[in-house]
């Protein structure tokens, strides 16, 4: 079992995959991808995505492509749809896949909900007067 992995320590969950990095018998190169899952499925593979900017000569400008990639999901890892990940090249897996998720990034969700401006509620008091 593999302990560390480009500065990447191995999750806790045990798994009998034969494709982890962690536990089972494939190497990963240094070459890493980031992205959300958007997809996930029962055979431990996941589908990511990414957006990277894409230059338009004639508007001086860019624009937004996505990026979509097929990886492996280790057992130990599991990860969800909506979860960004961290993905290493490995050998070719499948027909379609030749990644496989090492780490999923924490969602910022502490930072994010302190950028929720609590919305100030009017209490404008009008005295109604009845007789
Ligand atoms: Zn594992």
Known sequence: MTKEILG????????????????????????????????KDINRSATIEWNRPYYIPKY????????????????????????EVLVAKTRPLSKNKNHVIIKIIEEETKETKKKIVTKK???EEKSEDQE
């Open 121 to 123: 509620i009017k209490t």
């Open 60 to 83: 001086e400008r860019y624009e937004v492509r996505r990026s979509r990639m097929r990886v492996h999901n280790p057992g130990c890892i599991d990860a969800g749809i909506g979860q």
């Open 8 to 39: 990447v320590k191995a999750p806790k969950n045990n798994c009998t995959d034969q494709k982890c990095p962690f536990h089972g018998q494939i190497n990963v190169k240094n070459e890493l991808f980031k992205g959300k899952v958007i997809k």
